[in-house]
């Protein structure tokens, strides 16, 4: 197997685990405390206290599959495998759910603590899958629509229509659980911001070093990671210095400065940490 073939096994896998996270915490903690947070699920919860009869991971299956329908329709072949594979395998995964682990009620009597499972399993896989370019599709497909056809701020108009579903389970299910909700909705916003960053988050080296190349062989033979190498002057010894500077992951940044200190316990580090790195080896060029 190649090296990208490898890396699209290990994005298939992520998005996989990424959806079974999400599923779990909206299956267990959404949909028996009601909690109307937004999106293809916070619509299915409220439809399902008007539509008894129709389970609520059914619902999230026939919008889904509506709204894939839509965006090939309208996005047409670009419209993303990825988010095909997500949608389809969320609404599988709640169904099945149903099945085999049936709930009546909440599997607690403290609600705060399932809004913060409820709210925070969803908020991992999201960030996951968007650290992957995927997404479980839903209302991120009408945001494609309206980014396609209009000039509409789709991030405004998404949380627009978030808040607009979250009020709704106030009238749904009482003003208890829709405070629950609006909460959940707020909470929902900062935790996927945080988990996103902790994902996407690069260390950045500047080695300043008098034996260079040694590091330059372990950043590119044993890390498999670019590095560009400037030559500087020490201002006070005027000697000269090489300047190596390279990106890395958080993993691999703790065998990049265990290696320096091993092997040139004199070299000087800056390392500093980043959420947007562009290029080759991390994310193109838009």
Same mark, same amino acid.
């Given at each position: 197997?190649?090296?990208?073939?490898?890396?699209?096994?290990?994005?298939?896998?992520?998005?996989?685990?990424?959806?079974?996270?999400?599923?779990?915490?909206?299956?267990?903690?959404?949909?028996?405390?009601?909690? &109307?947070?937004?999106?293809?699920?916070?619509?299915?919860?409220?439809?399902?206290?008007?539509?008894?009869? #129709?389970?609520?991971?059914?619902?999230?299956?026939?919008?889904? %599959?509506?709204? =894939?329908?839509?965006?090939?329709?309208?996005?047409?072949? @670009?419209?993303?495998?990825?988010?095909?594979?997500?949608?389809?395998?969320?609404?599988?995964?709640?169904?099945?759910?149903? %099945?085999? /682990?049936?709930?009546?009620?909440?599997?607690? @009597?403290?609600?705060?603590?399932?809004?913060?499972?409820?709210?925070?399993?969803?908020?991992?896989?999201?960030?996951? =899958?968007?650290?992957?370019?995927?997404?479980?599709?839903?209302?991120?497909?009408? *945001?494609?629509?309206?980014?396609?056809?209009?000039?509409?701020?789709?991030?405004?108009?998404?949380? /627009? !229509?978030?808040? $607009?579903?979250? #009020? &709704? *389970? /106030?009238? *749904?299910?009482?003003?208890?659980?829709?405070?629950?909700?609006?909460?959940?909705?707020?909470?929902?916003?900062?935790?996927?911001? =945080?988990?996103?960053?902790?994902?996407?988050?690069?260390? /950045?080296?500047?080695?300043?070093?008098?034996?260079?190349?040694?590091?330059?062989?372990?950043?590119?033979?044993?890390?498999?990671?670019?590095?560009?190498?400037?030559?500087?002057?020490?201002?006070?010894?005027?000697?000269?210095? !090489?300047?190596?500077?390279? #990106?890395?992951?958080?993993?691999?940044?703790?065998?990049?400065?265990?290696? $320096?200190?091993?092997?040139?316990?004199?070299?000087?580090?800056?390392?500093?940490?980043?959420?947007?790195?562009?290029?080759?080896?991390?994310?193109?060029?838009?």
């Amino acid at each position: 197997m190649t090296k990208e073939q490898r890396k699209t096994a290990r994005d298939w896998l992520y998005i996989t685990a990424g959806i079974l996270i999400m599923s779990a915490g909206i299956y267990f903690f959404k949909f028996p405390n009601h909690f &109307s947070t937004g999106g293809v699920t916070g619509i299915a919860i409220v439809l399902g206290h008007y539509i008894p009869s #129709v389970t609520p991971g059914t619902l999230v299956t026939i919008i889904n %599959v509506a709204l =894939l329908i839509l965006g090939f329709a309208v996005i047409g072949k @670009s419209f993303g495998i990825r988010t095909v594979y997500a949608s389809l395998l969320m609404s599988g995964t709640l169904q099945l759910l149903e %099945v085999i /682990c049936p709930l009546d009620a909440p599997l607690t @009597s403290q609600p705060l603590v399932e809004l913060m499972f409820a709210v925070g399993l969803p908020a991992v896989g999201s960030a996951i =899958l968007f650290n992957l370019d995927a997404s479980s599709g839903g209302t991120d497909i009408l *945001a494609m629509i309206l980014r396609k056809y209009t000039a509409l701020n789709i991030g405004v108009a998404l949380l /627009c !229509s978030d808040i $607009i579903i979250t #009020v &709704s *389970a /106030c009238f *749904a299910f009482g003003m208890e659980t829709g405070l629950f909700s609006i909460l959940g909705l707020i909470i929902k916003s900062l935790f996927m911001d =945080l988990v996103l960053d902790n994902l996407m988050t690069k260390k /950045c080296f500047q080695i300043i070093t008098s034996d260079p190349e040694p590091i330059a062989a372990f950043i590119t033979g044993t890390l498999h990671r670019g590095a560009t190498r400037l030559q500087g002057e020490g201002v006070y010894t005027h000697e000269g210095k !090489s300047v190596l500077m390279a #990106v890395v992951s958080r993993h691999e940044a703790v065998q990049l400065r265990n290696f $320096i200190r091993s092997h040139d316990p004199a070299a000087f580090l800056i390392i500093t940490s980043s959420t947007e790195i562009i290029g080759k080896g991390f994310r193109g060029v838009n």
